[in-house]
């Protein structure tokens, strides 16, 4: 199990893992840079979590992201390391944090990349039965329009029950949560700013998915633009994965609140 419960003003927030992303060094910039060498596993690969966060704003249940799914995905880009993927865990977690899955009512997706929609349809159905699901509108053409990926199946069947509803523009999505274009991971990216009080925190996706994209300026292809964005974003707080705190940044923003996945004994 591995859930963090945390608090940005008035919003509750619980952080569960769905698995775990073990990429090639190089994918995040120089695998040879002797700053980096304590974040590789003993494969030589970088283990990242595949993380969600549940966001209760006191009317209403978000979940931010949805895990990889019941899936593991393997792959060797051209000049790197075989990757993989694992995932699963996420309907197990919430059940451990006490969140049943028809207690969410609105899925935010900061993308349509599989490992983070990956649990919109499961056993015939939705996995979560009573959630519209939010994304930016952009995906919708760029992933799902005429894909045969099980991104594009499961949105296409999100939306023939009526469940899919495109955000097409910055703002309040939900009180307290406000979605704002990032695009460069993949056209309708979209970060998700939480706001309570005087208390902000972003949920990245994958804008930052690891630190070295800060740390040696070099982001994943496709992604320049939106890392330069968020690091140079001044607010009261900023949310970057748990690994930051392993290895902080040049340049830091503001002020960090951190929302690591712990795991619990
Ligand atoms: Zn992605």
């Given at each position: 199990?591995?859930?963090?419960?945390?608090?940005?003003?008035?919003?509750?927030?619980v952080?569960?893992?769905?698995?775990?992303?073990?990429?090639?060094?190089?994918?995040?910039?120089?695998?040879?840079?002797?700053?980096?060498r304590?974040?590789?596993?003993?494969?030589g690969?970088?283990?990242?979590p595949?993380?969600?966060?549940?966001?209760?704003?006191?009317?209403?249940?978000?979940?931010?992201?949805?895990?990889?799914?019941?899936?593991?995905?393997?792959?060797?880009?051209?000049g790197?390391?075989?990757?993989?993927?694992?995932?699963?865990r996420?309907?197990?977690?919430?059940?451990?944090?006490?969140?049943?899955?028809?207690?969410?009512?609105?899925?935010?997706?900061?993308?349509l990349?599989?490992?983070?929609?990956?649990?919109?349809?499961?056993?015939?159905?939705?996995?979560?039965?009573?959630?519209?699901?939010?994304?930016?509108a952009?995906?919708?053409?760029?992933?799902?329009?005429?894909?045969?990926?099980e991104?594009?199946r499961?949105?296409?069947?999100?939306?023939?029950?009526?469940?899919a509803c495109?955000?097409?523009?910055?703002?309040?999505?939900?009180?307290?949560?406000?979605?704002l274009a990032?695009?460069?991971?993949?056209?309708?990216h979209?970060?998700?700013?939480?706001?309570?009080g005087a208390?902000?925190?972003?949920?990245?996706?994958d804008a930052i998915?690891?630190?070295?994209?800060?740390?040696?300026?070099k982001?994943?292809?496709?992604?320049?633009?939106?890392?330069?964005?968020?690091?140079q974003?001044?607010?009261?707080?900023?949310?970057?994965?748990?690994?930051?705190?392993?290895?902080?940044?040049k340049?830091?923003?503001?002020?960090?609140?951190?929302?690591?996945?712990?795991?619990?004994?």
């Amino acid at each position: 199990m591995s859930t963090v419960l945390s608090r940005v003003g008035e919003l509750e927030v619980v952080g569960v893992q769905d698995g775990a992303a073990f990429m090639a060094a190089g994918v995040f910039g120089d695998p040879d840079s002797d700053a980096h060498r304590a974040m590789l596993g003993p494969d030589g690969r970088v283990e990242l979590p595949i993380s969600a966060f549940v966001v209760r704003t006191g009317e209403t249940t978000a979940l931010i992201d949805a895990g990889l799914g019941n899936r593991v995905v393997e792959w060797q880009p051209e000049g790197l390391g075989p990757q993989k993927l694992e995932g699963g865990r996420l309907p197990d977690e919430l059940a451990a944090a006490g969140i049943d899955l028809a207690d969410i009512d609105v899925v935010l997706l900061t993308h349509l990349h599989l490992d983070h929609n990956g649990w919109m349809w499961s056993d015939g159905g939705p996995t979560f039965p009573n959630a519209t699901v939010r994304f930016g509108a952009a995906d919708w053409d760029a992933i799902v329009e005429g894909s045969a990926s099980e991104s594009g199946r499961m949105m296409r069947a999100i939306a023939d029950v009526g469940r899919a509803c495109p955000i097409e523009r910055d703002g309040e999505v939900l009180p307290g949560i406000s979605a704002l274009a990032t695009p460069g991971h993949t056209p309708g990216h979209t970060t998700f700013v939480l706001s309570s009080g005087a208390e902000r925190a972003m949920i990245l996706g994958d804008a930052i998915s690891c630190p070295v994209q800060i740390d040696v300026g070099k982001p994943r292809p496709g992604g320049a633009p939106v890392v330069l964005v968020a690091v140079q974003l001044s607010v009261p707080g900023l949310y970057l994965p748990p690994l930051l705190k392993a290895m902080p940044p040049k340049n830091p923003p503001q002020m960090i609140i951190s929302l690591p996945v712990q795991t619990a004994v």
